[in-house]
T-cell receptor, first 115, second 113 residues
Framework: DGGITQSPKYLFRKEGQNVTLSCEQNLNHDAMYWYRQDPGQGLRLIYYSQIVNDFQKGDIAEGYSVSREKKESFPLTVTSAQKNPTAFYLC??????????????FGSGTRLTVV | AQSVTQLDSQVPVFEEAPVELRCNYSSSVSVYLFWYVQYPNQGLQLLLKYLSGSTLVKGINGFEAEFNKSQTSFHLRKPSVHISDTAEYFCAVSETGGFKTIFGAGTRLFVKA
């Protein structure tokens, strides 16, 4: 079955540590996205990528970095510069042909907690 | 720039009763509209979408939504809810031809027996 796999499901980060969240899709989708979800705030866009080797900052990119070396993979690194990283992180993809967004497929999320 | 407002943060309703979750949007260009559902500790799942054509859109699990361009609304309805519909529902808007989607803050639907 096609879908998006996020790992790990739960992640604990110590102060000053960088951590990387994995996102893999086998849907052959061109576009991929990272969102952060906090209670009562909906989803906020961190980064997105329309094609391999290209990505753009979203609304809250500070303290995060991404790469898109393969079409299937879009890992997110939460750096020590992100002062409040505790949140639920969601990866999504869409077909994205010619800039058309017909709806997202989401992964099951990674819950990151600072300890 | 687009924005999305979900008018109710929580909606309690009894089982088998009808429900409406309200969503208003603002945009200076034509848009696509979506409703997603999220169960606890899971990702979001697409319920339905309006891209063009008929303003009444039917989705999964018996939900439907109506696009009203003059009122810039896209309310979600179900004629009879089940306990299993308890979840958080997100309205979202995307500029036609655009990659980015803007999400509302969510409405928590709580179905009581």
């Amino acid at each position: 079955d096609g879908g998006i796999t996020q790992s790990p499901k739960y992640l604990f980060r110590k102060e000053g540590q960088n951590v990387t969240l994995s996102c893999e899709q086998n849907l052959n989708h061109d576009a991929m996205y990272w969102y952060r979800q906090d209670p009562g705030q909906g989803l906020r866009l961190i980064y997105y990528s329309q094609i391999v080797n290209d990505f753009q900052k979203g609304d809250i990119a500070e303290g995060y970095s991404v790469s898109r070396e393969k079409k299937e993979s879009f890992p997110l690194t939460v750096t020590s510069a992100q002062k409040n990283p505790t949140a639920f992180y969601l990866c999504a993809s869409s077909i994205g042909n010619m800039g058309q967004n017909y709806g997202y497929t989401f992964g099951s999320g990674t819950r990151l907690t600072v300890v | 720039a687009q924005s999305v407002t979900q008018l109710d943060s929580q909606v309690p309703v009894f089982e088998e009763a009808p429900v409406e979750l309200r969503c208003n949007y603002s945009s200076s260009v034509s848009v696509y509209l979506f409703w997603y559902v999220q169960y606890p500790n899971q990702g979001l799942q697409l319920l339905l979408k309006y891209l063009s054509g008929s303003t009444l859109v039917k989705g999964i699990n018996g939900f439907e939504a109506e696009f009203n361009k003059s009122q810039t609304s896209f309310h979600l309805r179900k004629p009879s809810v089940h306990i299993s519909d308890t979840a958080e529902y997100f309205c979202a808007v995307s500029e036609t031809g655009g990659f980015k989607t803007i999400f509302g803050a969510g409405t928590r639907l709580f179905v009581k027996a």
